[in-house]
């Protein structure tokens, strides 16, 4: 998760997926790693989130534990 809070911040996205400053006007190569949904309205991940053991990728989707769990697209998150 340090990873993803990390690219948050550098490219001015909050827990929920949406930009929480300015665009630097080009500068911002955001959409190397995150994808735009809903018409602009949200940024999320570009990852597909995989694990045998569901107890780690609940704890990563639970909002109680995480602030960034509404982050994630919930259809690239796959647990057996």
């Keep these: 998760m340090a990873f993803w809070e990390r690219l948050c911040a550098e490219h001015g996205i909050s827990p929920l997926g949406h930009i929480a400053k300015e665009d630097r006007k080009g500068e911002d190569c955001k959409d190397v790693f995150f994808n735009e949904a809903n018409c602009g309205a949200k940024w999320v991940p570009r990852a597909v989130l995989v694990d045998l053991e569901p107890r780690v990728l609940g704890e990563i989707c639970n909002c ?17």
């Design 64 to 80: 109680e534990l995480n602030q960034y769990s509404d982050l994630f697209d919930v259809d690239n998150v796959y647990q057996g």
